[in-house]
T-cell receptor, first 111, second 111 residues
Framework: DSGVTQTPKHLITATGQRVTLRCSPR?????VYWYQQSLDQGLQFLIQ???????AKGNILERFSAQQFPDLHSELNLSSLELGDSALYFC??????????FGPGTRLTVL | GENVEQHPSTLSVQEGDSAVIKCTYS??????FPWYKQELGKRPQLIID?????GEKKDQRIAVTLNKTAKHFSLHITETQPEDSAVYFC??????????FGRGTSLIVHP
C-alpha cells in the first residue's frame, strides 16, 4: 500500500458523459500527478499540482481538467467522454522531486 | 523536452536467467533515473533508482547502471523468478521537471 488512495476503482459510463476521479495523496506529500495509461501504452503524464497550484501540464486534453483542494486531495474531471478515453488513470504523489508513489488507479470504461 | 526510448518492448527468459532492459535519454541535464515495476492490473512501484552522480547501484538481484556520456541506463535482474514477470518502466527527469517515462518492457519469466 503506497498510502495514495483513488476512488472509484472502476467507472463505466457512456460517450458524452462527464466523470470525476478523486485522489488523496500520502500524508505530507504536496505534489499530485495524474497519468493516463491506455492498453499496451506507457504512462502519459497529464498534469501536476503542487500545494494547490498547477505546476506542470502534459498531454492533457481541453476536455479534461483538474484541481487540488486545500486539504491536498485532487480531482480529475473528464468531460464529453469518447471511446478513446477508456484507460487506467493513475494518481501519484511525492514530497518534492524524486520517487513518486502511485495510487491503485481508476479504470474508466466508456461505452 | 526529454525523450526516453526503452528496449526491448518484450523480453522472455527462463527462470534463473538474467534479464537486461535498456533505456536511452536525450536531455543531458537529466539527473534522476527511476525504474518502476507494474504487475498486471496493479499500480507502478519504484524498485530502484539512480542519480547522475553514481554509475551503478545494486539491491539484491536487481542493479541499475548509468552511462552519462552515452546517455543510457540499464536495469539488470539476475536469477529471474516467475514473480519478476511484469511490465518495467524506466524514467528520466532533471531538477523539478516531471519524469518522462519509457514505453515499458513486458518481462515474462518462464518456470
Amino acid at each position: 500500500d503506497s498510502g495514495v488512495t483513488q476512488t472509484p476503482k472502476h467507472l463505466i459510463t457512456a460517450t458524452g458523459q462527464r466523470v470525476t476521479l478523486r485522489c488523496s495523496p500520502r500524508s505530507g506529500d504536496l505534489s499530485v500527478y495524474w497519468y493516463q495509461q491506455s492498453l499496451d501504452q506507457g504512462l502519459q503524464f497529464l498534469i501536476q499540482y503542487y500545494n494547490g497550484e498547477e505546476r506542470a501540464k502534459g498531454n492533457i486534453l481541453e476536455r479534461f481538467s483538474a484541481q487540488q483542494f486545500p486539504d491536498l486531495h485532487s480531482e480529475l474531471n473528464l468531460s464529453s467522454l469518447e471511446l478513446g478515453d477508456s484507460a487506467l488513470y493513475f494518481c501519484a504523489s511525492s514530497v518534492e522531486v524524486g520517487e513518486q508513489f502511485f495510487g491503485p488507479g481508476t479504470r474508466l470504461t466508456v461505452l | 523536452g526529454e525523450n526516453v526510448e526503452q528496449h526491448p518492448s518484450t523480453l522472455s527468459v527462463q527462470e534463473g536467467d538474467s534479464a537486461v532492459i535498456k533505456c536511452t535519454y536525450s536531455d543531458s541535464a537529466s539527473n534522476y533515473f527511476p525504474w518502476y515495476k507494474q504487475e498486471l492490473g496493479k499500480r507502478p512501484q519504484l524498485i530502484i533508482d539512480i542519480r547522475s552522480n553514481v554509475g551503478e547501484k545494486k539491491d539484491q538481484r536487481i542493479a541499475v547502471t548509468l552511462n552519462k556520456t552515452a546517455k543510457h541506463f540499464s536495469l539488470h535482474i539476475t536469477e529471474t523468478q516467475p514473480e519478476d514477470s511484469a511490465v518495467y518502466f524506466c524514467a528520466a527527469s532533471r531538477g523539478s521537471y516531471i519524469p518522462t517515462f519509457g514505453r515499458g518492457t513486458s518481462l515474462i519469466v518462464h518456470p
